[in-house]
């Protein structure tokens, strides 16, 4: 019988996709992130030019994950159907195919900074279980060369339309079957292993906010839920935490080594604290307001005793499991600002994707110079002895965010009933705290708002304005915040690299 192109091209395809399967579920066993797609998407997030992945994550948002593996899939498979027309002359060409693919895979794991030897085993699985259903899925006289008049000696289920039908079929299942599972092995939330103790020193009960009132408005405390997640992982790191630890080192006299269990037992405080990525456009999502649990960095570094903490040019370079890097200023981890090594968020251990089960939060400072998840390491260094992994990409050093107001309602284009409506949101001046907000509306003179509760000065408040937008058609609402030193936020656009957005968010919308 005849082996046609499209069989050829789907013996391919199913010989790639399971091997991915049978990949990520070794990877599921092993090492989550040396999954072949995965591992290959991290090497492709870590190569890519700055103003390529400024402009993914502006199109994208928080789609760019999803959208990467798709397209590295995508290759692989294009690819793969080229190993299968191949293998249909030559087989053993095909596999060589299938092969080179597995090993870019492996390459790209055994490449990523917390590598070991086992980073390279689900690549390994990749290709023999590719290679072999490539080979299981091809004719007889295809299988082996020079001997297609002997068919008759070798035969194979993959002879006819049933059999191939049949094959297919069971490698497609499998193939399903092992990536749901791996896939399961890699999901699970470590956070939900553990219990949270008693903070030595609680904050007051969160005043009511105006969402009850107002429900178009961001709630005073941002859910663990809907809270923003940005990092580079694409797998989320899902560390235990009773064999994580935390190093503190470099330029210290006492060097010392911290457990999860040894964090617990220290007195832990909590702090209100909005977190703001740099990533987020004036108006945008990239930021929330969370009540945190842990201990002061500063006492930690205080323990260690840092060696000459007033030379300048000093920063501590905190690492995650990942091998993400961050430099934060000395100064700001031991300050009183109480930049926290948190395990606690909203009441609930760390969730694995905000951190599990220690990060940093340093109020004042965008996530990239000062809220290093999964950490690992703390080491007290200087800006000239090393550089972190988004400076390395030409992003700033020294990173405090922006104070910025932000129109929850209404919504940019939306068709309001003429009269009176609610203009509301939230603004944000860390480390000054928020005094007042103002509104223009069609650029007329600055109307103040009225503020939610005052939570502190590094957490945002909510506003909200009652006005009268003027006759039907089409009408602009801007609103800007000043902060605790008198300052007006700054209306000046600046894109987001390499310091953050700046300008003022203007909303159009339609009253008619
Ligand atoms: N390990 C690790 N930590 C990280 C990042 C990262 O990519 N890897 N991203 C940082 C950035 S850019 C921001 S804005 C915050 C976001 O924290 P969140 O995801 O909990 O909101 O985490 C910071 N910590
Ligand atoms: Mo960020």
Redesign the pocket.
């Known amino acids: 019988m005849n082996f046609s192109a499209p069989r050829a091209l789907v013996a391919g395809v199913l010989a790639a996709a399971a091997g991915m399967a049978a990949g990520h579920l070794a990877a599921g066993l092993t090492r989550p992130e040396a999954s072949p797609v995965p591992a290959v998407g991290s090497a492709v997030i870590d190569r890519t030019p700055t103003p390529v992945k400024e402009w993914a994550v502006r199109t994208l948002g928080t789609w760019d994950k999803p959208v990467l593996l798709g397209s590295v899939s995508l290759v692989t498979l294009l690819l793969a159907a080229t190993a299968g027309l191949l293998a249909r002359r030559r087989p053993l060409a095909g596999v060589a195919l299938l092969v080179l693919l597995s090993a870019v895979a492996g390459a790209a794991a055994l490449n990523r900074p917390a590598a070991d030897g086992q980073y390279v085993l689900p690549s390994v699985v990749t290709a023999v279980v590719g290679c072999a259903v490539l080979l299981a899925l091809l004719p007889a006289r295809f299988r082996v060369p020079g001997r297609a008049t002997e068919l008759s000696a070798y035969p194979s289920g993959m002879d006819t339309r049933r059999g191939f039908l049949l094959g297919t079929g069971t490698v497609a299942a499998a193939s399903v079957g092992a990536a749901a599972f791996g896939q399961h092995l890699t999901g699970g939330d470590p956070s939900s292993d553990v219990r949270l103790p008693q903070a030595a020193r609680t904050e007051p009960a969160l005043p009511r906010g105006l969402e009850p009132t107002y429900r178009d408005i961001s709630s005073l405390r941002t859910p663990n839920q809907g809270?923003?997640?940005?990092?580079?992982?694409l797998v989320v790191?899902r560390v235990k935490a009773d064999t994580w630890e935390l190093r503190i080192d470099g330029d210290v006299r006492r060097p010392y080594t911290l457990t999860y269990d040894d964090i617990r037992a220290m007195p832990l405080i909590e702090r209100d604290i909005t977190?703001?990525?740099?990533?987020n456009e004036v108006g945008g999502q990239?930021v929330?307001a969370a009540r945190w649990l842990g201990v002061r960095v500063a006492d930690l570094l205080r323990h260690a005793e840092v060696v000459d903490p007033g030379r300048p040019g000093r920063q501590v370079l905190s690492r995650?499991?990942?091998g993400?890097t961050?430099s934060t200023p000395l100064g700001a981890l031991t300050d009183d600002r109480d930049a926290l090594l948190a395990i606690g968020m909203n009441g609930a251990p760390l969730p694995a994707?905000?951190?599990f089960p220690a990060?940093?939060v340093t109020p004042g400072l965008?996530?990239?110079v000062g809220?290093?998840?999964?950490?690992t390491r703390l080491t007290v260094t200087t800006y000239d002895a090393a550089r972190a992994?988004?400076t390395r990409r030409g992003w700033a050093t020294d990173a405090p965010v922006k104070p910025s107001a932000r129109i929850d309602t209404p919504a940019s284009l939306a068709s309001l009933p003429p009269g009176t409506v609610t203009i509301g949101g939230v603004a944000w001046a860390q480390r000054h705290g928020v005094v007042r907000v103002e509104v223009s509306i069609d650029d007329g003179p600055w109307r103040p708002a009225t503020l939610g509760p005052d939570v502190g000065v590094d957490y945002w408040r909510q506003w909200v304005l009652k006005a009268d937008l003027g006759g039907t058609g089409r009408h602009s609402i801007r609103a800007r915040v000043t902060d605790g030193r008198g300052q007006v936020q700054n209306d000046e656009r600046a894109p987001v690299f390499p310091s953050g957005s700046s300008g003022i968010q203007e909303v159009v919308v339609l009253v008619g």
């Open positions: 809270f923003y997640r940005v990092d580079t992982a790191p977190m703001t990525c740099v990533s990239y929330g995650s499991v990942d993400f961050v994707t905000h951190g990060r940093l965008y996530g990239f809220s290093t998840k999964w950490v992994y988004w």
